[in-house]
């Protein structure tokens, strides 16, 4: 079986292939969309779709929409010598590529995006008229539609809530600026739930919180920084006073996630993925700091937000689609700790 095309641990993405089972089988023969496919989620979804073709000879072809194709590309060489990836230039907001697609995958839209007016308006238009572009050209042979969302359109959390259910009513302030992502993913549902209506086979991920090679250590992403400043030998500092919670799944766990929404989940239906064990931010960093052996946690105490808590109820997931997680949160850590060192190196 070949190795990874990305850099990362080829047993990782071999023990997803077999941890998938019989679950390939409703990919075989596929011609799949995916948009997004240089990001985070997107790299490691064309790792897991080849290392499976090679394995299984499952006859996919595979278009992969990305604004930098190029960049991407020149960053892992590797990907240009596959023959199962055709690459596409493009802009969502502007066009999605049409085609026999029996499978496509929606992922396209950066949450880390800078703040400000121009910035705010483009990622809104990313994730709603690529959305609508996207289902757009989804075609009348499509088998199924993943829409990948967030858990961000639940909103803060109500008083008392310790978990977010999909049946769960509510939602962000629409006349707050900062709530651009979470709206424009709002929308993007709405979207889909009208296609749906119209006969496009349209799933949804909701997608929360997660941790794995490849994902940004530098940015707003807490266990990322934690990470970093672990490794580097730096004291992890948290700016609040530790208290807003959080889970994280491994990225393992996910894309088998988004699969099994993407040929199992039913029609019309949103999915919560993410892992339910609450932590929170000052026992993460404790357990960064555990793992990584870090050289201590800084807790600077600025009051948080008592609605800061962002964590799935993944009863659904687990009833309807049989899907469990099997990564724990310290093998997450120490895995993403030794890519990280890799990388550094």
């Given at each position: 079986?070949?190795?990874?095309?990305?850099?990362?641990?080829?047993?990782?993405?071999?023990?997803?292939?077999?941890?998938?089972?019989?679950?390939?089988?409703?990919?075989?023969?596929?011609?799949?969309?995916?948009?997004?496919?240089?990001?985070?989620?997107?790299?490691?979804?064309?790792?897991?779709?080849?290392?499976?073709?090679?394995?299984?000879?499952?006859?996919?072809?595979?278009?992969?929409?990305?604004?930098?194709?190029?960049?991407?590309?020149?960053?892992?060489?590797?990907?240009?010598?596959?023959?199962?990836?055709?690459?596409?230039?493009?802009?969502?907001?502007?066009?999605?590529?049409?085609?026999?697609?029996?499978?496509?995958?929606?992922?396209?839209?950066?949450?880390?995006?800078?703040?400000?007016?121009?910035?705010?308006?483009?990622?809104?238009d990313t994730i709603v008229k690529g959305a609508r572009n996207v289902l757009d050209a989804s075609g009348p042979h499509c088998r199924s539609l993943l829409l990948?969302?967030?858990?961000?359109?639940?909103?803060?959390?109500?008083?008392?809530?310790?978990?977010?259910?999909?049946?769960?009513?509510?939602?962000?302030?629409?006349?707050?600026?900062?709530?651009?992502?979470?709206?424009?993913?709002?929308?993007?549902?709405?979207?889909?739930?009208?296609?749906?209506?119209?006969?496009?086979?349209?799933?949804?991920?909701?997608?929360?919180?997660?941790?794995?090679?490849?994902?940004?250590?530098?940015?707003?992403?807490?266990?990322?920084?934690?990470?970093?400043?672990?490794?580097?030998?730096?004291?992890?500092?948290?700016?609040?006073?530790?208290?807003?919670?959080?889970?994280?799944?491994?990225?393992?766990?996910?894309?088998?996630?988004?699969?099994?929404?993407?040929?199992?989940?039913?029609?019309?239906?949103?999915?919560?993925v993410g892992s339910d064990e609450i932590c929170s931010i000052e026992d993460l960093a404790h357990a960064v700091n555990r793992v990584v052996s870090g050289c201590?946690?800084?807790?600077?105490?600025?009051?948080?937000?008592?609605?800061?808590?962002?964590?799935?109820?993944?009863?659904?997931?687990?009833?309807?689609?049989?899907?469990?997680?099997?990564?724990?949160?310290?093998?997450?850590?120490?895995?993403?700790a030794t890519w990280y060192r890799r990388r550094l190196a």
């Amino acid at each position: 079986m070949q190795s990874s095309n990305s850099e990362m641990q080829g047993e990782e993405l071999r023990q997803l292939v077999t941890r998938f089972g019989d679950g390939w089988d409703d990919l075989r023969g596929a011609t799949m969309l995916i948009t997004g496919a240089t990001g985070w989620f997107g790299v490691w979804l064309l790792d897991a779709l080849c290392m499976a073709d090679e394995a299984l000879n499952l006859g996919l072809s595979i278009t992969a929409v990305s604004r930098e194709p190029g960049r991407f590309l020149q960053r892992f060489p590797e990907f240009c010598a596959e023959p199962r990836i055709k690459w596409v230039k493009a802009d969502v907001r502007h066009r999605a590529p049409r085609g026999h697609f029996s499978h496509v995958i929606h992922a396209a839209a950066d949450n880390s995006i800078e703040s400000g007016p121009d910035a705010l308006r483009s990622l809104f238009d990313t994730i709603v008229k690529g959305a609508r572009n996207v289902l757009d050209a989804s075609g009348p042979h499509c088998r199924s539609l993943l829409l990948v969302s967030s858990g961000a359109v639940y909103g803060p959390a109500r008083d008392g809530q310790t978990r977010f259910l999909e049946s769960d009513a509510g939602g962000p302030d629409p006349s707050l600026a900062k709530f651009a992502y979470a709206e424009g993913k709002r929308a993007a549902e709405q979207l889909g739930a009208i296609a749906a209506l119209k006969g496009v086979p349209v799933r949804i991920a909701r997608c929360f919180a997660f941790v794995g090679p490849h994902m940004p250590f530098d940015r707003h992403f807490a266990i990322g920084n934690f990470i970093a400043d672990a490794v580097a030998g730096r004291p992890i500092r948290i700016k609040s006073d530790g208290r807003p919670t959080r889970s994280y799944l491994y990225m393992t766990d996910l894309i088998a996630a988004l699969l099994t929404i993407l040929c199992r989940g039913a029609v019309g239906r949103a999915y919560n993925v993410g892992s339910d064990e609450i932590c929170s931010i000052e026992d993460l960093a404790h357990a960064v700091n555990r793992v990584v052996s870090g050289c201590g946690v800084v807790v600077e105490g600025a009051p948080s937000d008592p609605t800061d808590r962002y964590v799935p109820d993944t009863t659904r997931l687990r009833q309807e689609l049989g899907f469990a997680p099997v990564v724990a949160l310290d093998e997450a850590i120490a895995r993403t700790a030794t890519w990280y060192r890799r990388r550094l190196a």
